[in-house]
């Protein structure tokens, strides 16, 4: 078996990217094509928002990026390796180092939302007392200090969003993928949230956030990659993908990079 440090595909990776797709596509079995050919990547520390309609692709290229999907055709690069055919058994130590909040959240319901918060802490060996200090603290940073020993099925939406996304920020992973993180909380919960991500990213973690709160779009001063019929463009800070007048310029539809 191949290990870790090799590649698995032919191509020579862009050593500085944590994430490139090159003339990516993707079908599921017999459907049409969801993507056509797109090619993008993410600059190690950098931020980015994911945007396009509803069916427009975010949750599938979130989905290439965490492994769970693999491309139809083109090449995924992840931390400098080309994965495109990472055997099954290299996932566990790639997904490692990535935090991931879904959409449809996937806690654990028998456990507590401080031992879903605490898993990949436990997984990464990480001393109960230092658990025990940094858990509760970030819960309580995300307004569920009242809720450490509640489980999943006893919390609201917002509060489920919130412990997966504290789930995924807590051990500081290279690379957060977030799936419409702000879908289910108001609007001053969704700018902490947002805050939260930036000081992550601060520190180095790369962060890519599906959205479809254009509010969140404009407020924050990140590029955003658009997803539109099975293409993919680059936005620049303050361009709208949808309207060429006015101030908001149209990206020239450039393929990113
Ligand atoms: N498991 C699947 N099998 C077949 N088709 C799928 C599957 N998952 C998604 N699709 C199709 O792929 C397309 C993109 O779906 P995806 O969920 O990635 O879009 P999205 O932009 O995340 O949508 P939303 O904003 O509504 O969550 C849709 O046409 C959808 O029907």
């Known amino acids: 078996m191949r290990e870790m440090g090799e590649n698995w595909g032919n191509r020579p990776p862009d050593s500085e990217a944590v994430v490139q797709f090159d003339q990516v596509g993707l079908r599921y079995d017999l459907g049409p094509e969801i993507f056509r050919d797109i090619g993008f990547s993410l600059p190690g520390g950098s931020f980015h928002f994911l945007t396009g309609s509803s069916g427009a692709g975010k949750s599938s290229l979130l989905g290439l990026c965490y492994l769970a999907l693999r491309p139809t055709r083109g ?63 970030l819960l309580a940073w995300v307004g569920l200090a009242d809720h450490l020993d509640a489980r999943p099925p006893t919390l609201s939406g917002g509060q489920k969003q919130r412990v997966a996304i504290a789930r995924a920020v807590i051990n500081r992973p290279d690379l957060l993928l977030a799936d419409e993180p702000t879908g289910n909380v108001d609007d001053r919960i969704a700018m902490r949230l947002l805050h939260l991500f930036e000081e992550l990213n601060k520190m180095g973690t790369t962060v890519l956030i599906a959205t479809h709160n254009e509010q969140l779009v404009r407020r924050f001063p990140y590029p955003r990659l658009h997803l539109d019929q099975g293409g993919l463009t680059l936005h620049p800070v303050g361009s709208e993908p949808w309207n060429g007048g006015g101030t908001a310029r149209r990206s020239t539809d450039r393929p990113y990079p």
């Open 75 to 137: 090449a995924v690069t992840l931390f400098g390796r080309d994965v495109t055919r990472a055997p099954r058994a290299a996932l566990p130590r790639l997904r490692r180092r990535m935090g991931v909040v879904f959409q449809d959240f996937r806690l654990i319901n028998h456990l507590s939302a401080m031992d879903n918060v605490a898993l990949p802490l436990r997984v990464a060996g990480v001393s109960e007392t230092d658990i025990r200090h940094h858990v509760p603290e």
